[in-house]
Structures are given as C-alpha cells and as structure tokens.
C-alpha cells in the first residue's frame, strides 16, 4: 500500500504543479489584458477629445488665396500646344513638299516623253500592209502544181502558210 499512497501523492503534487503554471500563466495573461486595457482607454480618450476639437472648428467656405486667370491659362495652353504643333508638324510638312517636287518632276519628264512620242508618230504616218502582187497566186499555184507543199511555197515566196492555202483554196486547187 505505500506503493499506492506515493503514487496519490505524486499524482496529487503533480496536479498542484500544474496548477501552479496555470495560476502563473493566468496572472501573467491579466496583466497584458490590464496594460491592453488602459492602452484602448487612453486612445478612446484621445479620440473622445479630437472629435470635441473637430466640432469646434468653425465651418466656412473654402478659402481662396489665389484668384485664378482663366485668361492667362487658356492663352498659355495654346502657346504650348502650337509650340508642340509647329515642332512635330513642321518636319511632316517638309517632307511633303519634297514629296510633292518629286512627283511633279516625274510628271513633267514623263509628259516630255509623252510628247516626244507624239512627234516621232507625227513622221511616221500611217503604216501600209504589204502589198500583194497578183502574180504571187499564180506563182503559189504554179508552184503548188510543180508538186511543193503549202509550207515550202510559203517559206520559198514569203509568205504566211494560211495564205498560201487560202489562195490554193481560192484557187480551187485544194
């Protein structure tokens, strides 16, 4: 039995240590929550009194300081925006009277070559077929009765093979 009578009384002290901490870490824990406490209290006392300050201060108006020239602003605001103007458009501007040279040279070269062709057609006159002797059919039907074909009369006399087999044709020789 004094088996079991330690064993209670090493349970009961154990128990009491335990109790002990627990005591301890609970005191330790109020004081925080007191500090904790008195802390929210001093900020609700400030807040109470900056909003008893703020009801204090007297509401007027906006204050003006400056009177502002809508005048002077509006005259500003174009100044800069032709000055942004002239730097930026200016170079475009150039460049499309550059542009515009250049075409208009080309249209002038090319119209001096227009009218150079007009001149050189002007001398040509009027292009004439080549004529066709009548005695070039019967030199193709003598031909072809001397026994040549269409395509070595018309080599022979110059002359197309559609027309050598129209006058042979023509001709009835065909």
């Known amino acids: ?25 609970d005191k330790q824990i109020n004081a925080k929550f007191s500090k904790f406490e008195l802390a929210i209290e001093g900020l609700i006392k400030e807040n109470y009194q900056l909003k008893r300050q703020i ?4 509401t007027a108006g906006p204050i003006i300081q400056n009177e502002i020239d809508m005048n002077e602003i509006n005259s500003q605001i174009e100044l800069k925006i032709s000055e942004g103007l002239t730097q930026k458009i200016s170079p475009i501007l150039q460049n499309v009277h550059i542009i515009e040279q250049a075409v208009n040279e080309i ?10 062709l007009e001149e050189r057609t002007k001398s040509i006159g009027k292009i004439t077929p080549p004529s066709f002797e009548a005695n070039n ?38």
Do not use: C, H
Not at 55 to 58: A, D, H, L
Not at 107 to 116: I, T
């Open 1 to 25: 039995m004094s088996n079991e009578i330690l064993l209670y009384i090493a349970f009961i002290l154990l128990l009491g240590v335990f109790g002990a901490i627990f005591w301890l870490r």
């Open 55 to 58: 009801k204090e201060i007297p």
């Open 107 to 116: 249209k002038d070269e090319q119209q001096e070559r227009l009218y150079s």
């Open 137 to 174: 059919e019967n030199r193709v039907v003598e031909m072809f009765r001397a026994g040549k074909t269409p395509e070595a009369i018309a080599r022979d006399l110059q002359l197309g093979v559609g027309q050598v087999t129209m006058i042979l044709k023509f001709k009835k020789e065909i």
